[in-house]
């Protein structure tokens, strides 16, 4: 299982070093653990998504992991505004029938919603400290293996169980799964809250330059 990265990622500035760690990840993410099909395939890219953002945490701090899953909010929108007719494929999973061509459905959708439930469980277990082991001991268990989204809610229940403790199950059974794995429409069935520090620049930025042209 190779990665394989264009020679325009080096660009020597490091601007894109976000889609290094991203086709990187995807030794562990996608590769080692793999979704079983296409109904799945937020494990791959979800997963991928936020191991991304928590790279960019280590390499330039928390504001740059909520500047970039604040862009991600973007393109989510757009995503899920283009499957205003067809809602199925707002899902993150998404239950294809025979015939139908699951590239049809591939969006920003598996990512960001993706890496927002992941980011919000994150949250929910109680942080990195709580969240990491957890995250070493899913790849180490399915690394070789092509799992489903079941596979993986299983996985995680037993881990928390056995390892954490009984607030952390308690929250997990709070969660509101079906919400996460088919609800349909524009918003994420629980906004998570990020680190904005580097967004208002910009945004004054963008208000100044459209006011301008009044």
């Given at each position: 299982c190779l990665s394989f990265l264009t020679p325009s990622l080096l660009t020597g500035d490091r601007t894109l070093v976000d889609v290094v760690v991203h086709?990187?990840?995807?030794?562990?993410?996608?590769?080692?653990?793999?979704?079983?099909?296409?109904?799945?395939?937020?494990?791959n890219e979800g997963w991928t998504n936020y191991i991304e953002?928590?790279?960019?945490?280590?390499?330039?701090?928390?504001?740059?992991?909520?500047?970039?899953?604040?862009?991600?909010?973007?393109?989510?929108?757009?995503?899920?505004?283009?499957?205003a007719?067809?809602?199925?494929?707002?899902r993150l999973v998404v239950d294809f029938e025979y015939g139908e061509d699951p590239d049809d459905a591939y969006s920003s959708v598996p990512y960001e919603k993706g890496s927002n439930f992941i980011y919000y469980l994150e949250g929910v277990?109680?942080?990195?400290?709580?969240?990491?082991?957890?995250?070493?001991?899913?790849?180490?268990?399915?690394t070789g293996r092509s799992i489903t989204t079941w596979d993986?809610?299983?996985?995680?229940?037993?881990?928390?169980?056995?390892?954490?403790?009984?607030?952390?199950v308690a929250a997990l059974?709070?969660?509101?799964?079906?919400?996460?794995?088919?609800?349909?429409?524009m918003q994420l069935p629980v906004q998570p809250t990020y680190d904005e520090s580097l967004v208002k620049d910009p945004h004054d930025l963008a208000a100044k330059w459209?006011?301008?042209?009044?």
């Open positions: 086709e990187a990840t995807h030794s562990w993410f996608g590769n080692g653990v793999t979704s079983a099909e296409a109904s799945h395939f937020w494990l953002r928590l790279l960019q945490k280590f390499l330039h701090g928390e504001p740059a992991r909520g500047f970039s899953f604040v862009i991600g909010q973007a393109a989510l929108h757009e995503a899920l505004k283009g499957y007719n067809t809602p199925k494929y707002q277990l109680g942080g990195l400290d709580a969240f990491l082991p957890y995250v070493r001991d899913y790849v180490t268990t399915f993986w809610k299983a996985h995680l229940f037993g881990y928390f169980e056995k390892n954490g403790t009984p607030e952390q059974n709070k969660v509101d799964w079906n919400a996460w794995f088919y609800g349909e429409g459209d006011a301008s042209r009044a």
